[in-house]
């Protein structure tokens, strides 16, 4: 991805960061949710580009902007995008770490065009590139991620979201040894973090929403990780009507397992995550008496396998710099 879209891209998550922002422990999920949505849309609006929603807040029925096939931006490339406008809404409502804004984009057709229903996944860095796999077991793939990793399963850390639907999989997790670490939100923070020798994670499993595992398998692609999913109409309790829609709507095989390759099929993708309250990774969004209003994003490039963690400093009229 050309280093301007780059920056226009940084500036569409960071404007909603800011907006989010405002929102950081009041305890209100939904306005702190749709001031980013807000302002994520508006500023792809100001692109000079041909934007077209595949994965976002919901489809055309169920989600007021940024829905499944929505187009954005004044004309030109066409570019697919995948958003999660606020990851980590709670996390933002109660001031908790790992809230961010995401995008992922790569050129029209590239982004797996799919229905808004969840997708179960595994998750991990580079050192499991080939060697896990949610056709396996989670018991298969810890001990795969043990021996790729070069320590004892007990050492072996997994990230999982804590909900129902994974109680026979922590319970799984428990008997062959190794570490669990449950989330309230926020499993795209923890699948990048799987590419970071220095996270405490090692591999991310469940089932969470199909906008956070493109954005996920963006992510990884540009640092070599892995990234296994399947379509998870059996966790969704509307799974039966989603699917009769994903039938009309997409041409992939709704019960194959999906790679990277498939929920990304270009090297030319791009993933941004814009940070709104602090985490080990990047700082959230820090505004000062003064006016000015610092912020920390992470772009993951698959086209030239960078990262870059962009600093920016806002000043306003009279503020003071601050780096």
């Known amino acids: 991805m050309q280093s301007a879209r780059i920056m226009e891209f940084q500036k569409v998550a960071e404007a909603a960061a800011i907006a989010s922002a405002k929102w950081i422990g009041l305890g209100d999920k939904v306005a702190a ?7 994520m849309r508006s500023a792809f609006n100001d692109i000079s580009f041909s934007g077209r929603i595949v994965i976002g807040e919901g489809e055309r029925d169920e989600a007021p902007m940024l829905f499944i096939g929505e187009e954005l931006g004044q004309g030109g490339d066409e570019i697919d995008i995948a958003v999660d406008p606020l990851e980590g809404t709670n996390l933002c409502a109660y001031d908790r770490p790992a809230s961010w804004c995401t995008i992922a984009v790569a050129p029209r057709g590239a982004l797996l065009y ?12 580079p050192a499991c590139k080939g060697k896990i796999s949610i056709e396996a077991t989670p018991t298969e793939n ?33 008997e062959v040894g190794c570490r669990v670490k449950t989330i309230d939100d926020g499993d795209v923070y923890w699948c990048i973090a799987t590419a970071l020798p220095d996270s405490g994670v090692d591999l991310v499993m469940g089932a969470g929403g199909s906008p956070e595992a493109v954005l996920s398998a963006t992510g990884l692609k540009a640092v070599g990780g892995e990234f296994s999913a399947r379509l998870g109409f059996d966790a969704d309790p509307h799974g039966a009507e989603k699917r009769a829609r994903a039938e009309k709507m997409s041409d992939i095989d709704l019960d ?3 790679s990277m390759d498939d929920l990304v099929r270009s090297d030319d993708a791009l993933f941004i995550g814009c940070g ?32 870059r963690i962009i600093r920016t400093c806002l000043r306003g009229e009279k503020g003071s710099v601050r780096i």
């Open 33 to 39: 949710d749709r001031a980013a949505t807000e302002a």
């Open 142 to 174: 810890v001990k795969a991620a043990a021996e790729a990793l070069g320590k004892p399963v007990s050492e072996v850390t997994v990230c999982i979201l804590e909900r129902d639907r994974h109680a026979d999989i922590i319970r799984e997790l428990h």
């Open 256 to 258: 194959a397992t999906l």
């Open 114 to 125: 799919a229905p808004d229903t969840y997708m179960w996944k595994v998750a991990g860095g």
């Open 276 to 307: 709104v309250t602090d985490s080990e990774l990047i700082k959230g969004v820090h505004e000062y008496p003064d006016g000015t209003i610092t912020t920390e994003t992470l772009v993951l490039n698959a086209y030239d396998n960078s990262v």
